[in-house]
């Protein structure tokens, strides 16, 4: 079974709610993302986001898009961050997704590509910049591979398409809780419980709600909402605060505890 699959699986049991962090994957070098996937799944973590560098990341807001070019600065490549997954395979089962944009998929080749990730121990894809309406033949061969490819849905999503998404939907639903770019806010959206509840009613498969949150309380909100959260700016703007410490690796871990608590 599917990591991510089984992952929702083993919460919807337990009646708990999914606690997903977003990192930039070499940011601030491949072998820190590595210890911070490690020190995560101890502070409680259910899925790693690994993000892929990219040089125009247009659904990031500023944080992520500076951790974003310094990594590409380091030469990072999605092909070196598959092997980074590979290396974490032999330690961790870990559900792990990449959010890549499809530049990088393209230019690796879209079978070359769910095939070395899906061998690396890939568990999912999101990538932004792929319409729904484009991305059947990809999402098709990557589930016969093993790899669930996730799909958005968003406040301005209509119900027509709500219904055909969760339709196709594995793995998540990752809803963008906001029409802008990631960052942290300081309130949630107004209209999230009634858009979540449109999508919940909709599809089995599970929904997670991501963009904006910055706070453990935050989180706490959406979880209750839907079935688990993403936190990604916060998570990346404490490794930026601490990248230059010896501890980064602990201090970022302490931070990502708080939202387990």
Sequence with gaps: ????????????????KA????????YPSLAVTGKLVLEFEKKGVDLIELGVPFSDPLADGPVIQEASLYSLKKKTTLAKIIALVKDLRRVTDLPICLMSYYNPVFCMGEKQFVERASAAGVDGVIIPDLPFEEAEGFANYAGRKGLVNIYFLSPTSSPE??????RRARGFIYYVSLTGVTGGRKNLSSDLKNNLSRIKSATSVPVCAGFGISSASQLRQVQRMCDGGIVGSAIVSKIRENISRRDLVKRTGDFVERFNV
């Design 19 to 26: 606690f997903i962090a977003f990192i930039t994957a070499g």
């Design 1 to 16: 079974m599917n990591r991510i699959v089984k992952k929702f699986a083993e919460l919807k049991k337990k009646k708990k």
């Design 161 to 166: 398409r709500i219904r055909t998404i969760s």
